[in-house]
């Protein structure tokens, strides 16, 4: 039951569209028919042109995920941090109210992460950065920087297997919004 509830409220925390209100508020866009359609901090940043909308995307998407797996995490261990952890990104994914659309989850998983593996959140930084300075494209350097960054993740929760489980999940959720836009950036290369 209390996993239930984890994930019943995490699904709920995370679906709120924070790219979409803030976007609609402050610049009357609706950005799931702008830009990229992805209701995340990037495109909200590069549909209103405005960096403060995407650094205030942004810190709310971390915070979503980092407030709901901390509770979870601090209070029930750590199996129930990850449930908290894997939903809070889905329902960021896959909004409730906005017809299931969403963002691609990278930010709210930091967030979860930022309590659970830290090192995975500061291993995807180092990793995303160098590749982009090299000149790798967008989303190739980012799914390398996170499918490297669960490797700390794996290393923490892999004694306890239903928490390595939801590990997987939670990396899982967030490479499959990425490989759609990497197979297009793929295709134009």
């Known amino acids: 039951m209390l996993g239930l509830s984890a994930a019943l409220v995490s699904y709920l925390v995370g679906s709120f569209p924070t790219a979409y209100v803030i976007a609609n508020h402050f610049r009357k866009v609706d950005l799931s028919r702008n830009g990229s359609g992805n209701l995340g901090a990037m495109n909200a940043y590069e549909v209103t042109g405005s960096k403060s909308i995407g650094i205030i995307v942004a810190s709310i998407d971390i915070s979503k995920g980092f407030l709901v797996t901390s509770l979870s995490f601090w ?27 969403g963002g691609r989850g990278l930010a709210t998983a930091a967030g979860t992460l930022l309590v659970v593996q830290p090192l995975a959140v500061l291993l995807y930084l180092f990793i995303y950065f160098l590749l982009r300075m090299v000149g790798l494209k967008l989303y190739l350097s980012s799914v390398i920087g996170i499918v490297l960054a669960s490797i700390p993740l794996f290393m923490k929760t892999y004694h306890a297997p239903l928490a390595f489980i939801l590990s997987a999940g939670l990396i899982v959720v967030v490479l499959s919004k990425h490989l759609s836009p990497l197979r297009t950036e793929i295709g134009n290369a």
């Open 75 to 101: 209070n029930f261990g750590i199996v129930v941090g990850m449930i908290a952890a894997l939903f809070v990104v889905v329902g960021h994914n896959y909004s409730v109210y906005v017809r299931f659309k």
